[in-house]
């Protein structure tokens, strides 16, 4: 037997998932931030068919389920990426479900990047009050902090909390479970404000009343004012 072998052998993978499925309230956070995720997903590839951006929804949607297993094994950091991926999943479909001939050269040129920040001054410069939307949030001050966090996370700038200095050691921690859990809440957070922010009218008119209904619960008439918006 191989020393890897006897490695991922010696972690009892099940009893990780057992654990943290038994830990009902992180867990039921969990799921809840999952279908968020998830009714966003289903409702924009909806109102966008045949949209060639929609891959970016559909990976939004892959990294919050990859999460879910990450957790429940006890793999926190490889988490931590996924985490990062919903919410730049959801600022890449923002901008590119409008920009089809710079998505072609994504795809063919592997040098092409565009930055956060370039899709930030984007939606500063061309989206209808994206300054005022915003506010409504101060999405753009904790953006920059969840970002800034996260990324630390997954470069390995906090060791400790979110992995093990060996794979034996990969066991239940309601600590790292409740960092993980919180994290991913701030990311369904921050992709929540995104999509509400940057919603056209088309976009928005398209989404079925009963979600609309659950994408705005909790925000204020002045909220929904300045976001131009309604549950109907």
């Known amino acids: 037997m191989s020393f890897l072998e006897r490695a991922l052998k010696s972690v009892d993978w099940n009893k990780n998932c057992s ?26 590839q909806a109102v966008n ?20 297993a990450a957790i429940a094994l ?18 890449y479909f923002s901008y590119f479900k409008d920009h089809h001939a710079e998505l072609s050269t994504l795809v063919r040129d592997e040098k092409y990047y565009i930055s956060r920040k370039f899709i ?16 409504c949030f101060g999405f753009l001050s904790k953006l920059d902090r969840w970002y800034s966090n996260i990324s630390a996370i997954v470069h390995g700038q906090i060791p400790g909390v979110w992995s093990s200095s060996d794979i034996g050691g990969t066991i239940y921690s309601a600590e790292r479970v409740e960092a ?30 009963a979600s609309k209904a659950k994408f705005t619960k909790g925000l204020s008439g002045d909220q929904k004012a300045i976001l131009g918006i309604s549950k109907k």
């Not at 309230?25 to 995720?37: A, C, M, P, T």
């Open 49 to 68: 068919v045949k949209n060639p951006a929609l891959p970016f929804i559909r990976e939004m949607h892959a990294s919050a389920i990859s999460v879910s």
């Open 74 to 91: 006890g793999l926190h950091k490889a988490g931590a990426g996924n985490m990062r991926a919903i919410v730049e999943s959801a600022l």
């Open 19 to 44: 654990d943290f499925i038994n830990d009902e309230n992180r867990s039921d956070r969990l799921l809840k931030g999952i279908k968020r995720v998830a009714l966003w997903s289903s409702e924009l």
């Open 120 to 135: 930030i001054d984007y939606h500063k410069e061309h989206t209808i009050e994206f300054i005022k939307r915003q506010e």
């Open 180 to 209: 993980s859990v919180s994290e991913f809440e701030e990311a369904t957070d921050l992709m929540h404000m995104i999509f509400l922010i940057t919603c056209s009218g088309a976009q928005w008119d398209g989404i079925s009343p």
